[in-house]
């Protein structure tokens, strides 16, 4: 059974910085693609940030330059480094493999 568990969010003024992790067990980490959704209140789930098992990543166009996602194949850990923070960047975010979610983990961004 694969879980994921999400960390790492919280309260930041805008041009801070968070790190977020997602801990996966039940899989064999290495191999597969993992991705970061993020959820506003009032708007639909979107993708934030993905990775493959090489290491190729892609992000939406409103994260470009500002957030970082990578991972830690030995800690099966994948995380998204998130720089220069908006308050449009304020949601819940969620690390998703396949079918399979994290329970997901706020941040706010707000002076």
């Not at 991972?71 to 396949?98: F, H, I, W």
């Amino acid at each position: 059974q694969v879980q994921l568990v999400e960390s790492g969010g919280g309260l930041v003024q805008p041009g801070g910085s968070l790190r977020l992790s997602c801990a996966a067990s039940g899989m064999t980490f290495s191999i597969n693609a993992m991705a970061w959704y993020r959820q506003a209140p009032g708007k639909e789930r979107e993708l934030v940030a993905t990775i493959t098992s090489g290491g190729v990543v892609n992000y939406v166009d409103s994260v470009k330059g500002r957030f970082t996602i990578s991972k830690d194949n030995a800690k099966s850990t994948v995380y998204l480094q998130m720089d220069n923070l908006k308050p449009e960047d304020t949601a819940v975010y969620y690390c998703r493999r396949g079918a399979s979610w994290g329970q997901g983990t706020q941040v706010i961004v707000s002076s």
